[in-house]
Structure formats: structure tokens, C-alpha cells
């Protein structure tokens, strides 16, 4: 089992700047993908950001220039830096893991609200 803590949602007015963090631990080995989803009220769950332990990444297109994913795999934790925010990106952001061992499992984190006023 791996488990996930997030930390660092909140409320911000539109143009400012959240870091949200997700520390693994528990059978962290065999970790490839960590990254984050977010779920807006009435909308389905969209990936916004991945990060493999090589640290190669991809981005929704609309954070894409304005969040950046990053990782400390000594720390097993991945990070959001979100900047030049917007009311749209108000959510729940779930940070998830997937674990390949001899086939995938995704572990997933209880998630943390992000809301940005205009």
C-alpha cells in the first residue's frame, strides 16, 4: 500500500501563487507516475500535471506556462507550484501515484481544495 498526504491548498485571489506538496510513504519502491487531478464541482476529474522518477513531465494544456510539476524523489514528494492563478482553476486537487510492481496499481490522496477569488 502507499499512501498519500497533500498539503498546501487554500485561498488565493486570481494572479496569486499556491505550492501544494504529496508525500508518499509505505511501499513506495516501484513508484512511476506521481502527479495531481483536479475535480471542479459538477465536472468530471482531469489530469492537470504528471512527473515521472525521471522527472519527464506533462501539463494539462490550460496550466500549461503557469504550473510546474516537480519532484524530490529522497523526499518521495511531488510538488505543484501554481502561479498566475485563476477562478477557474478553482478545485479539489487529488495528488495520485502509480505503482508497477507486475502490473499498476494508482494509489491516490484525499485531496485538497484550491479556490481562487476574481
Known amino acids: 500500500q502507499v499512501q498519500l498526504v497533500e498539503s498546501g491548498g487554500g485561498l488565493v485571489q486570481a494572479g496569486g501563487s499556491l505550492r501544494l506538496s504529496c508525500a508518499a510513504s509505505g511501499s513506495i519502491d516501484s513508484i512511476n507516475y506521481m502527479g495531481w487531478y483536479r475535480q471542479a464541482p459538477g465536472m468530471q476529474r482531469e489530469l492537470v500535471a504528471r512527473?515521472?522518477?525521471?522527472?519527464?513531465?506533462n501539463y494539462a494544456d490550460s496550466v500549461k506556462g503557469r504550473f510546474t510539476i516537480s519532484r524530490d524523489n529522497a523526499k518521495n514528494t511531488v510538488y505543484l507550484q501554481m502561479n498566475s492563478l485563476k477562478p477557474e482553476d478553482t478545485a479539489v486537487y487529488y495528488c495520485?501515484?502509480?505503482?508497477?510492481?507486475?502490473?499498476?496499481?494508482?494509489?491516490w490522496g484525499q485531496g485538497t481544495q484550491v479556490t481562487v477569488s476574481s
Open positions: 495520485y501515484a502509480d505503482r508497477i510492481v507486475i502490473y499498476s496499481m494508482r494509489y
Open positions: 512527473i515521472t522518477s525521471g522527472h519527464n513531465t
